[in-house]
């Protein structure tokens, strides 16, 4: 019972003035589960979100929501239309109730407090992932495994998935990589923060350490190029003076071992310094240059572009270029590998422009107005928003759902984001 009482006394801790003290309760532990379990992360966050839409503005005060509702309505009317038949209807499950979440989840994310312990609850239920993944790569873990009496189940697939790659909790090791890279920058700022005891330090060490040694593992290119692009941005234009030459030469060194057209007397000594793991998987080295085009990410754009020529308005319905390009190109894909072009083609150009023109609108805005360059888990939580578009230019992990969960809060702090105010004595 007095463990039970000084953890709740803990959630009730810094409480923004806006939130729910159940909802806030509910927030937290939710952001903590995401990553374990969808179910049990979902309930939570439907209570913070219910309890989060009462007593407040109405939605359309805020011009975002604006924006939102248009999309939906156009995603709606196009349904009617879909050659994706209840594919389409179904796919609005990946938007609709996020967008309320987008606005509901604001409360909880209101002062830059609340955003540094919901960032440190990402990065605790960041650790399952980690575990899972080196488990299941190293000792050969396999699973599943069931907690709660079903409520919690892990697939698990020794030697990861695909194989020798780590997967950890999730589907496939490209979705992996994407979580971690969303989690390192609020990890990095965890590690950064000052006044930490040596124990909790230390802590967090291991943790930072397991994150990136997980990433490598996933073997995804796009996490770790997320986890150099988020080090400059966490540590602060202070460090850019002696950090950016280091990253600018260790990228130099990787770009003479990869590079095609690098004569080979650079080229072999790069090769030495980095291991083949890293430049052998950014060469695609197991095609040894013969990858079939229609697998490639310029294959997939060039069929989704005519598609989009094709039905520019209102799409042709979700999960339609999963149908649509196999027989076209006799290769099966389930998504065409970029996020805007995915939108265009499933609900139409209008809408594509509309949603992506906002997130891009949010992390301006919120960078104009100081948080890229302001305190530290301010700019982690940027830096981890940024991380995650860009990684949508070239896959789409947000067809996970807790990806999809996380990838809102995200919006949601940057929209709650305002600048200090003056010092009392100015």
Known sequence: MIRLSALDDRLRAQRPAEASPLGWRCFQVGTFLLASSAFLAGLCLLVALILGSRGRRPPLADRANGVLLAAAALMLLGCFQASSGSLAWLGLGNWLPFFWGFWGFQPYLSTPAARRRV????????????LTGLGQLW????????????????HIKAGGNPSERLAGLFDYANIAGAWLALAWPLTLAALLEAGLGRRRRGVVLVIAAGLVTAVFLTDSRNAWGALMLAVPLVAGPTS??????????LLAVIGLATLPWVPAALQEPAR???????????????????????????????????????????????????????MRTGHWHGHPHNLPIDLAVSHGVPVAVLVVGLVLWLLIRAARLGMAGGALFDRAWWAAALVLVALHATDIPFYDSRINVAGWVLLAGLRCYRPPGPPADA
């Open 240 to 249: 850019w003076v002696w950090l950016l030459p280091v990253l600018l030469l």
């Open 119 to 130: 960032a440190l609850a990402l990065v605790a239920g960041t650790v399952p992932v980690i």
């Open 272 to 326: 030495a310094l980095v291991p083949q793991a890293i430049w052998g998987r950014l060469i695609d080295l197991e095609y040894a240059g013969e990858r079939p085009l229609a697998i490639t990410r310029l294959a997939q754009w060039q069929v989704a572009l005519g598609l989009i020529a094709e039905r520019p308005w209102l799409g042709w319905g979700a999960a339609a270029f999963s149908v649509i390009y196999p």
């Open 139 to 154: 000792w050969g873990w396999s699973g599943p495994f069931q907690l709660l009496g079903g409520l919690i189940i892990w």
